[in-house]
């Protein structure tokens, strides 16, 4: 039965271009410069070209190699827009959440400024016309104005999961009694103290952005779309569908409203591309073991700390295992020789390989993902933004240990690797999440597939868009029903009383009356 659907499914995908002819024309928007974000939509973008549809992409990555019905549009005076930011954070300098996302603001009008300032862009928003826009949206929401440019709908990617500016874009809804903020290391069974500090996070989040980020994303949208006949935040709720990085076996379940999808590791491959020869051989050749270590694309090691970098040297040393270490320098003075260094490694083929025994992380999404799908146990070393909530839930789920990565010593190092390396219930937890993540009826990538042809066939596929986004915050929470229940609550009461006060000053007089009538009837004997 079960393989029945699953051709049933793959039936409807492989025959929904029928609709569209010769494919419809798609305009992609991922300007920010992380080569993780891209990687993700990139596998989604390059499977909607294999299956006919012209895909025009603005990115900072340009393909290497040039791809049938696949254009690009290379924006790349974004490209080193936040690697200060990038480098503080290797360094060890410590921020909260909101000072990282506030940091964001000022970078993020830079970016949508200069991709539609580049020449290209221009030129194809003034010439061309497009069926449907898929757009990041992440400090970028002067962007969404293309989709009425071009008269086109537009799909949302979100690459971390979903948060406060992601839900608004088509009425979503996240309960703060049981649904953690982005930046919060805590499941979904909160104590009272948990779901205070859960409440306080969302709403200074929500400030901040309404009043720092939004008003930046404003004075763009009103400069470069001065005809829109849509204001900036009819805009933001001008969105078809939204894709998720996400998946409730990787997290924990949440309600979604139908043009909410998850599609978490779309990139990942069953059969990830094959590893260089060498590489092959070193793998195979290692019947003992190996870590795989990496910070992932963002953040780099060559700027760790001298001390970080010494724990990490000496701790390798002295272990005696061997070491994939992606290192972004030419040269790691005090290497040892059980240390590998190169600047990039094939990370899904890296991890898909049984030899490798654990992977040392920063706990990016991304990467949690791959980690899980090829069953890895872990190490998480957060440095920024959700990895330190990605890094708590990794350990909760029973297979990952946690040290901070500027604290750490070389013994706390070598310890937490040893009982990683030697206890198997780390791999058996991984393990089970794995299988359930990939009991899946449609891999992610046929999924994602699936509902933006639903969106370019069914025109935007309006008759999904939640009415509650019409509705004003009195009315979405019933604020104004709840008030005219406590003004007829508090009329009766006061009815009540006042009839009371009446029935008694009633009473007083006849009373009163009462004893007139005897008084005077005692004066007349």
């Known amino acids: 039965m079960r393989l029945e659907i699953v051709l049933a499914l793959a039936l409807v995908i492989s025959t929904s271009l029928v609709d569209f002819g010769q494919g419809a024309k798609i305009l992609s928007i991922f300007p920010y410069p992380g080569p993780s974000q891209y990687i993700y939509i990139s596998a989604l973008l390059k499977a909607l070209a294999e299956r006919g549809h012209e895909v025009t992409s603005i990115s900072t990555y340009p393909q290497k190699e040039k791809l049938k019905n696949f254009r690009d549009v290379a924006v790349m005076e974004n490209i080193h827009l936040f690697e200060g930011f990038i480098e503080e954070a290797a360094s060890g300098e410590k921020k909260s959440y909101i000072q990282e996302f506030l940091e964001l603001a000022e970078p993020g009008k830079l970016v949508v400024t200069n991709v539609l300032e580049n020449a290209e862009v221009k030129k194809i928003m003034k010439n061309e016309k497009f069926d449907l826009i898929i757009s990041e949206v992440l400090v970028s929401e002067a962007l969404l104005g293309l989709g009425e440019h071009f008269k086109a709908p537009i799909v949302a990617v979100s690459t971390f999961g979903t948060i406060n500016f992601i839900d608004y874009l088509v009425g979503n809804t996240s309960p703060l009694s049981y ?8 499941g979904n069974h909160m104590s009272l103290k948990e779901r205070a500090a859960n409440l306080l996070m969302e709403t200074v989040d929500q400030l901040c ?19 829109a006949q849509l204001s900036l935040d009819q805009a933001r709720k001008n969105v078809s569908l939204v894709l998720l990085n996400d998946h409730f076996t990787l997290r924990f379940p949440r309600p979604y409203v139908p043009n909410m999808i998850e599609v978490g590791g779309l990139h990942v491959k069953a059969n990830p591309d094959p590893l260089t020869e060498d590489l092959q051989e070193y793998l195979d050749k290692a019947s003992e073991g190996v870590i795989y270590f990496s910070l992932g ?11 970080t970098l010494k724990v990490l040297l000496e701790g390798f040393r002295e272990l005696k295992i061997k070491v994939l270490w992606k290192f972004e320098a030419e040269d790691l003075p005090g290497k040892p020789d059980n240390v590998l260094i190169r600047k990039w490694f094939n990370q899904p083929a890296i991890l898909a390989h049984p030899n490798v025994k654990l992977f040392i992380s920063h706990g990016g999404y991304m990467s949690t993902i791959e980690t899980i799908f090829h069953g890895t146990p872990v190490l998480g070393l ?3 933004a959700d990895q330190f909530m990605n890094v708590k839930n990794a350990v909760k789920a029973g297979y990952a240990l946690e040290l901070q ?24 937890a991984v393990g089970r999440l794995s299988k359930r993540y990939r009991d899946q009826p449609m891999t992610p990538l046929e999924t994602a597939i699936y509902w933006v042809e639903y969106v370019l066939r069914n025109e935007g596929a309006p008759y999904m868009r939640n009415a509650g ?16 229940l406590a003004a007829g609550v508090i009329l009766i009461f006061v009815v009540i009383f006042y009839a009371i006060c009446s029935l008694k000053k009633m009473c007083f007089k006849a009373g009163k009356v009462s004893k007139n009538s005897k008084k005077d009837k005692l004066k007349k004997r």
């Open 382 to 384: 957060p440095i920024i």
């Open 297 to 307: 694309s963002n953040i780099q090691s060559k700027d760790l700390s001298p001390k």
């Open 469 to 484: 986004q019409d509705l004003s915050f009195m009315e979405y929470h019933n604020l104004d029903v709840f008030l005219l």
């Open 209 to 227: 952005f309404n009043y720092f980020v939004l008003p930046l994303q404003e004075e763009i949208y009103r400069k470069y779309f001065p005809s």
């Open 179 to 186: 649904i953690p903020h982005i930046s919060v290391p805590y």
């Open 405 to 428: 990565l500027n604290e750490m010593t070389k013994d706390s190092f070598k310890k937490t690797i040893k009982e990683l390396w030697s206890n198997p219930k780390y791999s058996e």
